[in-house]
């Protein structure tokens, strides 16, 4: 059996982060959604549980990160062209999100970031299928 992976993350307004995701293409399972959380689908095998910020502290004792100065975790995913990449970082920053880094561009990988509207980091690229040519540096 296939593992799958559920990313926990704490958001102010669930209202919000589900209007932000859903113009950048991802759906969520109604199954595991009410006004605590969301369920957002990665994938078959790969979730982000989008958690009220008081709910995900029902969950540890530790305090929730501050996005506005520090990082807890970078999240990526992948798109089919480099165009696609570029389209979704326009769509990040017109539907509420923030620029984060500046496109980074090797050749058979095209990266690009943005901060989505709670401050979490996310990546998005693009990689040659071929992958990266031998003597590529990471």
Not at 31 to 53: K, P, R
Not at 95 to 112: I, K, L, P, V
Request: proline letters at 5%.
């Amino acid at each position: 059996m296939a593992r799958q992976l559920f990313v926990n993350l704490p958001v102010r307004n669930l209202d919000r982060t589900v209007e932000f995701f859903t113009a950048l293409g991802f759906s969520f399972n109604p199954d595991f959604t009410d006004e605590n959380a969301t369920c957002m689908i990665v994938n078959d095998g790969a979730y982000v549980m989008l958690l009220v910020e008081s709910y995900f502290k029902t969950f540890t004792a530790k305090s929730v990160a501050p996005t506005a100065d520090g990082a807890e975790v970078i999240m990526s995913f992948s798109l089919e062209s480099r165009e696609a990449v570029d389209e979704a970082i326009r769509t990040a920053l017109t539907s509420g999100g923030r620029a984060s880094e500046e496109a980074q561009d090797y050749g058979f990988m095209y990266t690009h970031s943005f901060q989505d509207p709670d401050g979490h980091l996310w990546e998005v690229f693009w990689m040659d299928p071929a992958g990266p040519p031998k003597d590529a540096a990471l």
